[in-house]
């Protein structure tokens, strides 16, 4: 049984003021909700990350101009602390965001601008990595579940040089909603529905425009989201299953599977099986080269070259 909205919503994720006035447009006059199809599923890879941290690659560099803005994602969870006892010990980044949402265990953060914080059940770092840092993730238990994702997210080619920052959300600052009694959402980034997320940037300072969301499912019911028509998205499945439903068609989406959206389409309809979680997460190309070298993301090889000279020259200090 899928619950439905009547007319399309504005994610609130627009490029500019011309994209809002338009999507305001689109809102009053009612819109008929198109859903998106499935491009591709995409299972991700058995790997090892830090100091031996077990984790799945989901997203990787074979799709990161597909999904531009985003270059990575990870899925870390585990009940052995041989498999995250090591933690992610100091390493450098430099030209784009982490975004780390941990959903068990807890991770402590220090970089080398000064920031540091318990990242706790439920919560969200968003680290933006800027001309450089080196930071740490160190987890804070000896034994339980520790489980989360990190998100990277690119920066544009005139901010990939700005300081270091980054915010510390615990779970009691991630708005949350209903639309449904048995379908709970999780707001991180962007807008759903109406709903500020935790994190809302101006687009004009960060045009990624990020929309990152945590939807949860208790029984067989539908969730409805609005996607801009020029970002890029995907879901990923961490409990059960769903599906994707576009007009007549409807495609099963399985556990710890990545799903990319096609371009067509206002939305996304989503049906959960009973106890599914799944991320839901889109945002609007930079359309520009992407340069990478382990943890650094730049626009030119030689951009590339001076991020290695000034970490080994001590520029990411502080």
Not at 13 to 16: A, F, I, K, P, Y
Not at 277 to 292: F, S, Y
């Given at each position: 049984m899928c619950l439905s909205l009547n007319a399309f919503n504005n994610s609130g994720?627009?490029?500019?003021q011309e994209n809002h006035a338009k999507s305001q447009t689109m809102t009053s006059s009612k819109i008929p909700f198109q859903g998106r199809r499935i491009e591709q599923q995409v299972t991700g890879q058995a790997t090892r990350d830090g100091d031996g941290v077990?984790?799945?690659?989901?997203?990787?560099?074979?799709?990161?101009?597909?999904?531009?803005?985003?270059?990575?994602l990870d899925n870390f969870g585990s009940d052995d602390p041989n498999d995250y006892g090591g933690g992610f010990p100091d390493h450098p980044h430099r030209g784009f965001e982490t975004v780390t949402y941990m959903i068990a265990g807890r991770m402590r953060h220090k970089d080398s601008a000064g920031h540091e914080g318990l990242l706790q059940n439920g919560g969200v770092q968003w680290m933006t990595a800027g001309r450089g840092v080196v930071h740490s993730e160190m987890p804070e238990q000896e034994e339980g579940v520790m489980e989360g994702f990190q998100l990277w997210l690119n920066l544009p080619s005139f901010q990939k040089m700005c300081p270091p920052?980054?915010?510390?959300?615990?779970?009691h600052g991630i708005p949350?909603?209903?639309?449904?009694?048995?379908i709970k959402v999780r707001v991180i980034a962007g807008e759903s529905q109406g709903v500020q997320g935790a994190v809302l940037r101006p687009a004009a300072l960060f045009p990624t425009s990020p929309l990152y969301l945590d939807i949860h499912f208790e029984e067989e019911k539908c969730f409805q989201q609005a996607l801009n028509a020029l970002h890029n998205a995907f879901l990923?499945?961490?409990r059960g299953h769903v599906s994707v439903i576009s007009g007549e068609e409807k495609t099963t989406v399985n556990l710890r599977s990545m799903a990319i959206l096609q371009n067509e389409g206002n939305g996304v309809l989503i049906e959960g099986s009973p106890g599914a979680?799944?991320?839901?997460?889109?945002?609007?190309?930079?359309?520009?080269?992407?340069?990478?070298y382990g943890p650094f993301v730049?626009?030119?090889?030689?951009?590339?070259?001076?991020?290695?000279?000034?970490?080994?020259?001590?520029?990411?200090s502080g």
């Open positions: 994720n627009d490029l500019d077990k984790l799945t690659r989901v997203l990787t560099q074979t799709h990161q101009r597909r999904l531009d803005p985003f270059l990575m920052a980054y915010e510390d959300i615990q779970s949350e909603y209903q639309p449904h009694e048995s990923f499945v961490y979680k799944v991320l839901l997460i889109a945002g609007q190309p930079l359309n520009e080269p992407i340069a990478q730049m626009n030119t090889r030689d951009e590339l070259i001076q991020a290695v000279d000034d970490f080994r020259a001590g520029l990411f």
